[in-house]
């Protein structure tokens, strides 16, 4: 498609929403109309803001990546009313087209709901002669409230403790029957108030109010009415059936789509250009009347065309009339005209209804709803009728009649058809979610999506999944785990491919249209990944749930490998430790016998410390007694001295008596001599006695000084050694405690062994080569 102008290659449109099939519905006739492919981009967290919020931006940049013409998005999606600046600011230059509510500077298409609210509120004050009526506020409060206000207050009759606001049953999100649930407690539990009415913007809801009134007892439609704003298949079949606004979703969806790319193929592409799709009031039991369209099928065709210039140009004229009148509906309107007054003209008798059977036929394939064609039917009465006249005009009346049996007949068999195809998926959606909901091995979950996705319908589907296992990844670190396309699982490159470099050719096809639905996988605030599915069967509403199933299912497999992982990366843990750990016992016993032997030598030290100190003292004691001994004879050395001096003093005495007595005295002299020698030698004695016993109590002195110093050291070795051996017998205590810890963790690591074995018996599932 290389050097085409905008006008001549094949566009590629997002589509960006989080509900609404039907607007999806009509996108994706247009685009097949159009040649046109189509991306969707769909939301599925709805239920928590943060996460909702979360999931957008995940969107917005998963967005971002594709390589897109221009995107439509769901106009009243609030993230994106309450951040518009900031939305535009996500894709810069890239064109954007709202459908179904209208902003500045942006091409939309819409419908003005707000004048249908009023008018089925009309009918009920003006009809019905209701003045009670409760209103249930819509998620995201529009002018719609402001209408049901002014008009209660312009006739007397607003009551504020009728209206339930949005806040109060916020915490429902889009659980619509809670919801009801909710507003109607409030109403009748809480605040008792009296209503005959009950208007809800929701389908579902309305519904579900309906069923929960019935439930409580109160008649419906007699005793109270209930009215919505959204024609759906549950109001429709509900009982009674709902009265309510037909919102042209699927008109939105179309045209918005064909304008969109109109603008985009004249280079207009942000040309702010407003297309207003009409809706009507669709009447049926709940409100008390007979079921009918409020207009359409009560009102001719103001403009009759030009009917001359014979059969063909009549039946040319009356089918451009319709075709403006109903541009959406994908009926042969000249076709049918056609056959239709040939028949009543008897030119081709039974022709007309076997040519509106094969119209039929064509428009029942993906549709049930036979409201439409009723209105056709009806408009087509009231313009041929005003040019028919006679028998022409009751064969006319009795084909009309035929007509209608026949649109009766083909809606009860297409939804006959419908519900059988939309039972048959389910089941089978279901069957797989049950299967995907209880396999937890990335391989075994891709097998399954293989087997299972021809039986959906489902001819493509491309998963991309982040390569770490924390959330929060750009896009671009996304690989490419699942390809399949054509109904058949392509293998995968050696190296993977990343998001959105190294794509498979498979996922976005050149030669051909496609339409694809992308999903962010998320889940608990977590982004896996997210996934593509190429369009089976049309309704979003299966890829959502498969999406859902397939992000819960990923994440737990994801969940089992981390288990997996972690319990491997344990056990090697705990033979490393085992190996570590073991040694370590051995050394701590033999330490531990070394510290019993020390202290047990330290104990034989303590004690022969506590003996020396015990002689010692006992040394200490003779010593005493040695040291009182020369203390006496140091008293005899003094008496010595003292008979000493004695002696000489008598040997003077005898020595002077020698002299006096002459030669008599001779012999006195010589004693006197000898005494006095003795004397002297005594004194000296006496006194070198005395040094001796000096010396001896110095000497005796220093030896108790030294004894008392080396009995304290004693006394301080022995608290010492008592220190030691306590501390000794801590360290006994303490190896004893980790060598019985160690040999604890090394049962616990034999019991884990174990038990990984038993884990890996149970979910011994082999790694997939794709992941």
């Known amino acids: 498609m290389e050097g085409l102008t905008t006008s001549q290659k094949r566009l590629t449109l997002g589509y960006l929403s989080f509900y609404q099939n039907l607007i999806m519905t009509g996108v994706l006739e247009a685009a097949e109309r159009e040649n046109a492919n189509i991306i969707s981009f769909n939301c599925n967290s709805n239920v928590d803001v943060a996460d909702f919020n979360t999931e957008m931006d995940s969107l917005f940049a998963l967005i971002n990546r594709q390589h897109l013409d221009g995107l439509l998005f769901l106009g009243w999606m609030s993230v994106i009313g309450v951040n518009m600046d900031t939305f535009r600011a996500q894709f810069r230059e890239l064109p954007l087209y709202s459908l179904g509510s209208g902003y500045p500077d942006i091409p939309n298409s819409s419908c003005d709901g707000s004048i249908f609210f009023r008018e089925i509120l009309t009918h009920l004050i003006d009809v019905h002669g209701c003045r009670r009526i409760a209103l249930i506020e819509p998620i995201a409060v529009d002018s719609r409230v402001q209408i049901y206000t002014d008009l209660l207050k312009a006739i007397d009759a607003y009551d504020p403790d009728l209206v339930v606001r949005s806040a109060e049953v916020k915490n429902s999100g889009l659980d619509f029957e809670a919801r009801a649930g909710a507003a109607l407690a409030i109403l009748l539990d809480d605040r008792r108030v009296e209503f005959d009415a009950v208007a809800s913007f929701f389908n579902l809801e309305a519904v579900a109010v309906l069923t929960e009134l019935k439930r409580r007892g109160y008649n419906v439609p007699d005793t109270i009415k209930v009215v919505g704003s959204e024609d759906k298949k549950p109001g429709r079949y509900s009982t009674p059936p709902l009265t309510t606004v037909y919102f042209p979703y699927r008109e939105i969806g179309a045209t918005g789509t064909e ?142 009649h035929q007509a209608r049996v026949v649109i009766q007949e083909q809606a009860a068999k297409a939804h006959g058809n419908s519900q059988i195809k939309i039972e048959n998926l389910n089941a089978t959606v279901q069957d797989v979610g049950k299967e995907l909901l209880t396999t937890f091995d990335m391989e075994r979950i891709f097998s399954l999506l293989e087997k299972k996705l021809p039986k959906i319908g489902v001819p493509g589907c491309h998963i991309f999944l982040a390569p770490t296992e924390e959330a929060g990844a750009s896009q671009g670190d996304y690989q490419l785990v699942f390809n399949y396309n054509d109904n058949r699982r392509l293998p995968l490159e050696k190296t993977a491919a990343r998001f959105p470099d190294d794509l498979p050719r498979t996922l976005f096809p050149r030669n051909r249209r496609y339409t694809l639905s992308g999903h962010i996988l998320f889940i608990n605030s977590r982004t896996l990944g997210f996934v593509f599915f190429e369009h089976g069967p049309a309704d979003e509403s299966l890829y959502a749930s498969l999406a859902i199933q397939l992000a819960t299912a990923l994440n737990g497999a994801l969940l089992v490998r981390r288990i997996l992982t972690a319990e491997e990366r344990l056990s090697a843990r705990a033979r490393t430790i085992d190996e570590l750990v073991r040694p370590m016992i051995a050394q701590i016993q033999h330490l531990s016998s070394v510290v019993d032997e020390q202290s047990a030598r330290i104990r034989e030290l303590e004690e022969s410390s506590r003996e020396s100190n015990r002689r010692m003292q006992q040394t200490r004691t003779v010593v005493d007694a040695i040291t009182q001994t020369l203390d006496r004879t140091k008293n005899l050395v003094v008496a010595i001295n003292e008979i000493s001096d004695t002696v000489d003093l008598v040997a003077l005495n005898a020595s002077i008596e020698a002299a006096h007595a002459g030669k008599f005295g001779i012999g006195f002299k010589v004693i006197a001599a000898e005494i006095r020698k003795l004397a002297e030698n005594t004194k000296r004695k006496a006194g070198e006695t005395a040094d001796f016993l000096k010396s001896m109590n110095e000497r005796i002195a220093e030896f108790v000084s030294v004894n008392t110093e080396t009995a304290e050291v004693f006394r301080a070795l022995e608290t010492n050694i008592h220190l030691v051996i306590d501390s000794l017998g801590e360290v006994a205590e303490g190896m004893g405690s980790l060598s019985t810890g160690n040999q604890a963790i090394l049962e616990v690591m034999d019991r884990s062994d174990g038990g990984g074995a038993h884990v890996r018996g149970e979910h011994d599932v082999p790694r997939s080569s794709t992941v």
């Open 259 to 400: 304008h969109f790319l109109k603008l985009l193929r004249s280079g207009q592409g942000k040309k702010p250009e407003v297309t207003v799709i009409p809706g009507r009031v669709v009447i049926r039991n709940s409100c008390g009347c007979v079921a009918t369209t409020l207009k359409n099928t009560q009102e001719p065709i103001l403009f009759p065309p030009d009917t001359a210039g014979g059969a063909a140009h009549e039946s040319a004229a009356f089918g451009t009339a319709l075709r403006e009148r109903f541009p959406n509906l994908p009926l042969n309107a000249e076709r049918i005209v056609r056959a239709l007054l040939d028949d009543a003209r008897q030119e081709q008798p039974n022709s007309f209804t076997a040519a509106f059977a094969e119209e039929l036929d064509q428009y029942f394939t993906g549709r049930d709803d036979a409201s439409p064609l009723e209105d056709f039917v009806s408009a087509m009465r009231w313009l041929v009728l005003a040019h028919s006249q006679g028998d022409i005009r009751l064969r006319l009346e009795n084909l009309f």
